[in-house]
């Protein structure tokens, strides 16, 4: 269980539409990132799932029963915030079983339940502490704890790690993406990191504008974005575009190529620039370039590769590698 069917979803505040209108399928078991720049309607989209935000259009299915205008309490969902929201007087003990107290559930049973949730989530040893004596990391599983106890037909989470550092960050997104092959449940995952979408999704949902712009598997995005702005969006370092005669002679407005896609000489190359700054990471090294007559863009090297500031470097585009847009920013 855990199909979630939107049909023309619209969202209006007053005057201000901020989903225009939304036909999508997430099928039982998957893994699907909603991602896109700030104000997006990414979260607003998350909500109107929920059940948070009435819907001014269209319909919501779960499981193939129209829950439009269901109370969240209805919808057999669990969503996981950003906030932790943990009750700092309560253990972790509690915590996790509340939502089960107040659906009175029977003590043996919470109890079980609450044991199970901390075994999947290593919690076993923290639960008589309280959320002050844990780590941020520890504080989030609490939260994705108190989630699983539920046994809800799908997990709704709302940029959860945006408040850890970098190094937890990339613990919590192994750890949920292990959660998820673990509970074979339906999670929605919402994010404006497109690393985060890449790392931990079977369907990526881009959005811009609260318009859905590409949906597929994070490769499927990588390699045939439909338009500039997915192909732009998708990938880190992000997408070159050169406009121009270069493009022109390719038959397109502009052509997209990847940082990771040029062939790199000091000596000879269809595109000419000067390095400028050169950010080295051990493996790789990014180097920034000004083309000549043409934008700046990004490439990347070997992590030895022997450039320095200043430096004349040429590129070429790998063949089958470059991106045509037409003037509008469809891909052809």
Partial sequence: MGSITLKSVRK????????PGVDLEINEGEFVVFVGPSGCGKSTLLRLIAGLEDVTDGQIMIDGKNVTDASPAKRGLAMVFQSYALYPHMSVRKNIAFPLKMAKMPEAE????????????????YLDRRPGQLSGGQRQRVAIGRAIVREPSAFLFDEPLSNLDAALRVNMRVEISELHKKLATTMIYVTHDQVEAMTMADKIVVLRAGRIEQVGSPLELYRSPANRFVGGFIGSPNMNFIEGEVAAKMGAHAIGVRPEHFHMSTSDGLLGGTVGVAEHLGSDTFLHIDLDNGPHIIARAE?????????RVYLTPQEGRVYRFDQNGLAI
């Fill in 303 to 311: 992590g030895e590769f022997p450039v320095h500031h200043g430096d």
């Fill in 110 to 125: 919470r109890e079980k339940r609450v044991q199970h949730a901390a075994g999947i989530l290593n919690l076993t040893d």
């Fill in 12 to 19: 209006a505040f007053g005057e201000v539409e901020v989903i």
